[in-house]
């Protein structure tokens, strides 16, 4: 009985929330306050110039953004929470994707990968968002 009372708690999008959330706190903490590399640097610069702290704040950024996400996707039923949540994953993501456009299009070419990559990964985000978990499988139909 306890596995098929876990099995109806689990839900794909407060997994979701817990997985890339972690991911995005890596990313900042050890991707960005820790060790930057040059192409984020160098993409990020004209942001840079304008955020006290520079990288490191906008590290920091990251972390808090993905253990909000974490923590939203560990509350059981609690939709708002949770849409907080995707909107902790979806800032970061889109303000790399917008920055990055910008350096493409103007003073570093080579950024166009990266604005493509985090573009994708925010899309993804608002797609996730809004699917609902599979329903239980005592009310999915039957195939015959």
């Given at each position: 009985m306890r596995g098929a009372a876990a099995a109806r708690r689990f839900s794909h999008r407060r997994a979701f929330l817990v997985t890339v959330g972690l991911g995005w706190a890596g990313y900042g903490g050890l991707g960005i306050v820790g060790q930057p590399r040059y192409g984020t640097a160098r993409g990020l610069a004209e942001l840079t110039k304008h955020v006290p702290?520079?990288?490191?704040?906008?590290?920091?950024?990251?972390?808090?953004?993905?253990l909000t996400a974490a923590m939203?996707?560990?509350?059981?039923?609690?939709?708002?929470?949770?849409?907080?949540?995707?909107?902790?994953?979806?800032?970061?993501?889109?303000?790399?994707?917008?920055?990055?456009?910008?350096?493409?299009?103007s003073t570093y070419p080579p950024?166009?990968?990266?604005?493509?990559?985090?573009g994708a990964f925010t899309i993804?985000?608002?797609?996730?968002?809004?699917?609902?978990d599979p329903l239980p499988p005592h009310l999915r139909k039957r195939i015959r």
């Open positions: 702290g520079g990288l490191n704040t906008l590290g920091w950024m990251w972390v808090v953004c993905g939203a996707g560990l509350l059981v039923r609690c939709p708002r929470v949770q849409a907080l949540g995707y909107v902790a994953l979806a800032v970061p993501a889109a303000l790399w994707a917008g920055v990055f456009s910008a350096a493409a299009a950024a166009v990968g990266s604005a493509c990559g985090w993804g985000v608002v797609l996730v968002s809004g699917m609902d």
